[in-house]
């Protein structure tokens, strides 16, 4: 119901280190899963403009000017992020950082491809700039991948919810009255699916629903303690309906990190849903949770089983 759940395994372990590296959830966002990643495409072509996470394609427009170009025109327009990160090793880097790029499964908003991830490279690079020159290299890899894999993960996320609300309020409480295990997707056609239009690192934002869910820890420790959020992200979603009418739907993400497994291995919590930017995100929150928790305290599952 919007959480996702993650061993994050990198591909190496996370060497000690007592550097500050920036979030995990997005090290390169601006200051304003399942139980593994979707399979992803490796991108041999490097890239001619660089953002935040993820990555815009190479083959998104690129606009030239005879004039020198503006403090503002160096920003992507998609997430305000610097539009050309340097894939050039860094002069005080002691080891070499791979510059292939991954493609993501995430489509984008603009363009007929999918947003595409930084290389290790750039992750480097972009931490450098941003002042986190303690950053151990040996530990950019593993920090990309955790980092790919929670994206990939919360875009599962989204796609759960589009394919149930999509096709509006009506089709959504059909699909949810069987609680969440009843769910049976319908397949989306290609125009029809969902698109990352654009997105927004907010850290120092906590969500109407962080907050509280820190306010019950603090108050009843015992039932609700935990740690608040490390990260936040705002995505912005173009949803198809079936009459081909499209509209953006903002999601919201709030990054968890829970106990590190025994054998070393982070684990991570998203919370994912749509914001409460109008009465129908409402009402599709209400209908989904909701409609599980009914679903399950009826004791439906029990009696379907002795059928």
Known sequence: MGWFWADAVAPHPLP???????KPGCPMHNTSSS???FPPQQSSQPPTDGSSCPVASPNAPIKSSATPPSTLSKLNPLNYMPSSISQTRASNQTIALPTSRTLSSIPRGDVESNWEYPSPQQMYNAMLRKGYDDTPEDAVESMVAVHNFLNE???AEIEGWEARFSKGLGYGWRA???GEEGFVPERHLTDQKPRLTRFMGR?????PKARMLDMMGQL???KFAGEPPFD???WYVQRTAPNGNTREVRYVIDYYSGPTEPTGEPVFYLDVRPAVDGPTA????????GSHVWYRASGAKAREKAQ
């Open 16 to 22: 000690k280190s007592d550097a500050m590296p920036p």
């Open 35 to 37: 139980t593994s990643p």
């Open 153 to 155: 993960g919360a875009w």
């Open 176 to 178: 949810c009255k069987n």
């Open 203 to 207: 850290p120092g934002d906590m969500t």
């Open 220 to 222: 009843w420790p015992a």
């Open 232 to 234: 936040r992200h705002d």
């Open 282 to 289: 409402a009402a599709e929150r209400m209908v989904r949770w």
